[in-house]
């Protein structure tokens, strides 16, 4: 049958019409419907997505998501427990420590956690990991003693154990023993959510684990009950800090990690589109001296440039608001049971004539002071560029490296390519958790017969009271030998998208019982 062209055109102007109606309906359909992704910019490429090969804070960050530990820490700093039942069973001398594990908890390969894999993974993190080799050093075994208990043995007493098993950086991660290899390349742990795809320089996803099996307790700090909201965690590296700003402003980014202090006001400002996060007491930067070898590796040299330094001017370099940042020598602040003021009249000295004396009278000649940097944390920079300074002033020739944080965190395993270099912890309750030079075999490979004997009393000690007086000898020796130098402490500033719901500021910004509103 043929159709007059009068009739086409009634017909579809008929058509257009009801499609007129149906389009603004359409599109409130379309932007009621929920979001299920959150976008997360970070600071850069994480090298690695195997949490034990490295103490670096971006994969710390991402991959405990994935992995958990048998203990974790709660919004207090107190130790408790994540895949273990409960807290350990601890022998009468403090040597055996017998962990129960949760019953039910789902590998994202399908199966179920057992005391076997809890084993391997402690086994591959004392062989593998900075912060397992310490412990390790301190073990006389790690056993299943059944399917779900696992029996922990120790040479003597070790006071830190049970926080070096919670920390996210460097983490004992438990993984499915059948996925252990090295390198990592099946990602089989417990978490929330489960790795879906990398793309190098692009992004790295996470989706929800279904069969994920969550703690009871009320979600408290990294303790507690689990809830993966968010359907897919996309970790995008953003290495430049000042796109990290313009892309939260504009509202790109569900999450924008580190970013410049002084991009607080632009970020206060654009109420609706961003919300400044700020995480107070977050960390403290801090200056690995190499002591293996190369112009550093002379004690009275260090010293020296330790006397020259200001680190008052540093943080200011940093961090330039006075909120963001605190100029005091003590490693733990007033109030902690590991506040000390040994070693402090060494802190902020900025005494140019003085470090020349004691570099000339250490046989400095005129080398080079390698400093390995990196613009991705923006306050790196700033503060080596004032060091810089600071060390010419004192007639040392300073050398600036800027590398990406990848390559730097890559470089600093070699003792040849670098004689000081620059980075940031978080502030733990525990002195042991940070910086990680205080273990052993960390980059630097501060290894000295006065740090071993204090540090063997410190951790075997069990008395926090006691442990507390111990620490200050600690704190001495690091300032007479000067390993690592201590700049201050510092205030993190982030911002989210008011979308990001539920987030609570964390040291290791975490997102599970967060939603997308």
Do not use: C
């Given at each position: ?17 009801a499609l007129a109606l149906l389009l603004p309906a359409a599109q ?304 733990f602040p007033k109030g902690s049971p590991f506040y000390s003021a ?38 790196h920079y700033n503060m080596a560029l004032l060091m810089a300074e ?128």
């Open positions: 049958m043929s159709t007059t062209p009068t009739f086409r055109r009634r017909h579809l102007v008929h058509a257009a019409a409130q359909a379309l932007a009621q419907t929920p979001r299920t992704h959150a976008t997360l910019a970070m600071v850069a490429e994480p090298q690695t997505l195997d949490p034990m090969a490295s103490t670096a804070d971006l994969v710390g960050t991402i991959m405990q998501h994935v992995y958990e530990t048998l203990y974790t820490f709660d919004a207090k700093w107190n130790v408790v427990p994540m895949l273990a039942e409960g807290m350990p069973k601890i022998s009468a001398d403090g040597k055996v420590y017998t962990i129960a594990l949760r019953k039910d908890v789902q590998l994202h390969s399908g199966r179920t956690l057992t005391a076997d894999d809890v084993v391997a993974s402690l086994q591959r993190w004392i062989e593998q990991a900075p912060r397992g080799k310490a412990v390790g050093k301190q073990l006389e075994h790690v056993q299943a003693k059944g399917p779900l208990t696992v029996e922990i043995a120790l040479k003597s007493p070790y006071a830190p154990l049970l926080a070096q098993l919670a920390l996210p950086s460097g983490m004992a991660a438990i993984m499915a023993k059948e996925s252990i290899a090295t390198p990592l390349k099946d990602f089989v742990g417990t978490g929330p959510y489960k790795f879906k795809e990398r793309r190098p320089d692009q992004y790295l996803l996470l989706e929800r684990f279904d069969k994920y099996a969550a703690r009871k307790e009320p979600a408290s700090g990294y303790g507690g009950k689990r809830e993966a909201l968010i359907a897919e965690l996309r970790f995008v590296p953003v290495p430049n800090a000042n796109t990290r700003v313009e892309g939260a402003l504009a509202g790109q980014y569900d999450f924008a990690d580190l970013l410049p202090t002084e991009a607080l006001s632009r970020l206060e400002k654009a109420a609706g589109k961003t919300v400044p996060v700020l995480t107070p007491s977050f960390g403290f930067p801090y200056l690995v001296l190499n002591t293996k070898e190369g112009v550093l590796a002379n004690q009275p040299l260090r010293q020296a440039l330790q006397t020259a330094l200001g680190e008052g001017e540093m943080l200011a370099a940093g961090f330039g608001d006075t909120r963001f940042f605190t100029v005091e020598g003590n490693h040994a070693g402090t009249d060494q802190y902020n000295q900025r005494n140019a004539a003085k470090a020349k004396d004691l570099a000339a009278k250490a046989g400095y000649k005129g080398e080079p002071i390698r400093v390995l940097t990196s613009r991705q944390y923006d306050f600071q060390l010419k002033r004192a007639g040392f020739k300073a050398e600036l490296n800027v590398v990406d944080w990848a390559t730097l965190v890559q470089r600093r395993n070699d003792s040849k390519l670098w004689d000081l270099y620059v980075t940031h912890s978080g502030q733990f309750p525990e002195p042991m958790l940070s910086p990680p030079q205080l273990g052993d075999g960390a980059p630097g490979w501060w290894d000295t017969p006065a740090k071993q004997s204090a540090l063997a009393a410190f951790n075997a000690e069990t008395d926090p009271a006691k442990r507390g007086a111990l620490w200050g000898k600690v704190q001495q020796i690091v300032y007479d030998e000067v390993p690592y130098i201590n700049v201050g402490k510092f205030s993190g500033l982030s911002a989210k998208s008011p979308a990001l719901d539920g987030y609570v500021p964390a040291t290791w910004p975490f997102f599970w019982n967060a939603r997308i509103k």
